[in-house]
């Protein structure tokens, strides 16, 4: 993945109610500000520039939300099998 596009990732994500809620907070500047406390920067924009960064980030962040989203749609299907 390029570095570019972990910031620009994150940006989108952080406008989605669904992100929001796997961060536990609730609207934008608060997944942003929460993204940027587990990964350990001050901006972003740091995702894109610091190697060490940008793993926390994958390991963190991105990876932990795929997870969640495939549990979650393991969880609808499971209720569409009853």
Same mark, same amino acid.
């Given at each position: 993945?390029? /570095?570019?596009? *972990?910031?620009?990732?994150? +940006?989108?994500?952080?406008? &989605? ?5 796997? !961060?536990?907070? =609730? /609207?934008?500047? *608060?997944?942003?500000?929460? +993204?940027?406390?587990?990964? &350990? ?5 740091? !995702?894109?520039? =610091? ?32």
């Amino acid at each position: 993945m390029s /570095g570019q596009r *972990a910031c620009l990732w994150t +940006v989108l994500r952080c406008r &989605e109610q669904d992100f929001q809620q796997f !961060l536990g907070v =609730d /609207g934008e500047e *608060a997944a942003a500000s929460r +993204v940027k406390e587990v990964c &350990e920067v001050e901006s972003r924009a740091q !995702l894109d520039r =610091d190697p060490a960064a940008q793993a926390r980030w994958n390991e963190r962040i991105r990876r932990a939300y795929q997870q969640h989203l495939q549990n979650q749609k393991g969880g609808r299907d499971a209720h569409h099998n009853d």
